[in-house]
């Protein structure tokens, strides 16, 4: 089976602590993204790789930390410093073709604080 | 100017009905445009891409207008099953991201 797997689906964070989501891809897409979506909001961008071992900034990147180690894996860590972190986390990955960049999304984490 | 800006409805429409709804961009030098379909809870999924020439799947329809910086997305004969958030993408030009609006909400009444 092909595409973006998430997970956890749901993740708790308690202040203070440091969680990692994972965002796995078997589409042998260059770029990985990583979007927060808040109720009735848009997605804004958190950071982004468009290969290997190199990442950027997004819109939001405060208290937030990402790896890119392999092709296939862009886990996201929630840092403590974010201190607004309730919200819907979206991983998208691409593959540009023809000049499109068409990016297909994972299934999302939720992420509460309590 | 906010990058992308989309009419956040709610759009109420009666099963069988039209809708038609716009999503205008900031930036002239954009050059992919996409819709995409977001369930309650769900992540987006990818709907249509916008062409040039405009484009048709079933019946959806997308249409670009660069002199007046909009794309449109048109649906024909609703079901229900179209009841949806229905999100604009604009790529910023010179890389691989995208904007996106914060969507039209469509419901589609029995």
């Known amino acids: 089976d092909g595409g973006i797997t998430q997970s956890p689906k749901y993740l708790f964070r308690k202040e203070g602590q440091n969680v990692t989501l994972s965002c796995e891809q078997n589409?042998?897409?260059?770029?990985m993204y990583w979007y927060r979506q808040d109720p009735g909001q848009g997605l804004r961008l958190i950071y982004y790789s468009q290969i290997v071992n190199d990442f950027q900034k997004g819109d939001i990147a405060e208290g937030y930390s990402v790896s890119r180690e392999k092709k296939e894996s862009f886990p996201l860590t929630v840092t403590s410093a974010q201190k607004n972190p309730t919200a819907f986390y979206l991983c998208a990955s691409s593959h540009q073709t023809g000049g499109e960049e068409t990016q297909y999304f994972g299934p999302g984490t939720r992420l509460l604080v309590l | 100017r906010k990058e992308v800006e989309q009419d956040p409805g709610p759009f109420n429409v009666p099963e069988g009905a039209t809708v038609a709804f716009n999503c205008t961009y900031s930036n002239s030098a954009s050059q992919s445009f996409f819709w995409y379909r977001q369930d309650c809870r769900k992540e987006p999924k990818l709907l249509m891409s916008v062409y040039s020439s405009g484009n048709e799947d079933g019946r959806f329809t997308a249409q670009l207008n660069r002199a007046s910086q909009y794309i449109s997305l048109l649906i024909r004969d609703s079901k229900l099953s179209d009841s949806a958030t229905y999100l604009c993408a604009v790529n910023r030009r010179g890389n691989n991201r995208l904007a996106f609006g914060k969507g039209n909400q469509v419901v589609v009444i029995p």
């Open positions: 589409l042998n897409h260059d770029a």
